[in-house]
């Protein structure tokens, strides 16, 4: 079965620093990857996904994230984290060929300190 | 284009009641799934809709169940409400069915059982 796991809970980054979150997946096949960014009282925004090619995939607002198959990992990183950026980032593998329902990690909190 | 809506934007009710929430998708989508968040269990995907079918169903007891109208707009009901379904519902539309759809949220419905 697939499963998402984000080791990191909350982080904290000052203002201008960069920003890795970690995301490692469990899945027999090629996975579907995205991550997913949820403001304050805020539905979920995609924020990249990656599907299949370049593993360097570049998104929204700065950010990328990369896949590295031998580690089952789809670390989220930025280089310069603006205070906007706080909010929970949300890692979640899709089935290939199965239906649209996505299974979550349990999320990163992100603070940013000026 | 407007975004996904939903309403109401916050319920309470009680134990034992029912409860409808209501999902308005992106105009031209046609695809709309539902997922319930809460601190514990985190994201959890409950029903995908498309072409008013329910194609996917996730872990969850019957007491939970939805529809799809031929405008794609969509309805979840819970029935007989209990203190462990407080949650945020969030329901998501893409385009067409299937994992590489971009799936758009709406700001979710925030449900407070007493």
């Known amino acids: 079965a697939q499963s998402v796991t984000q080791p990191d809970i909350h982080i904290t980054v000052s203002e201008g620093a960069s920003l890795e979150l970690r995301c490692n997946y469990s899945?027999?096949?090629?996975?579907?990857l995205f991550w997913y960014v949820q403001s304050p009282g805020q539905g979920l925004q995609l924020l990249l996904k990656y599907f299949s090619g370049d593993t360097l995939v570049q998104g929204i607002k700065g950010f990328e994230a990369e896949f590295k198959r031998s580690q089952s990992s789809f670390n989220l990183r930025k280089p310069s984290v603006h205070w906007s950026d706080a909010a929970e980032y949300f890692c979640?593998?899709?089935?290939?060929?199965?239906?649209?329902?996505?299974?979550f990690g349990t999320g990163t909190r992100l603070t940013v300190i000026p | 284009k407007a975004g996904v809506t939903q309403t109401p934007r916050y319920l309470i009710k009680t134990r034992g009641q029912q409860v409808t929430l209501s999902c308005s998708p992106i105009s031209g989508h046609r695809s709309v799934s539902w997922y319930q968040q809460t601190p514990g269990q985190g994201l959890q995907f409950l029903f995908e809709?498309?072409?008013?079918?329910?194609?996917n169903k996730g872990n969850f007891p019957g007491r939970f169940s939805g529809r799809q109208f031929s405008n794609s707009r969509s309805e979840m009901n819970v029935s007989t409400l209990e203190l462990g379904d407080s949650a945020l519902y969030l329901c998501?539309?893409?385009?067409?069915?299937?994992?590489?759809?971009?799936?758009?949220f709406g700001p979710g419905t925030r449900l407070l059982v007493l």
């Open positions: 998501a539309s893409s385009q067409n069915a299937g994992v590489q759809e971009t799936q758009y």
């Open positions: 979640a593998v899709g089935v290939a060929g199965g239906a649209n329902n996505l299974f």
């Open positions: 899945y027999g096949a090629t996975p579907y």
């Open positions: 809709y498309f072409s008013e079918t329910q194609r």
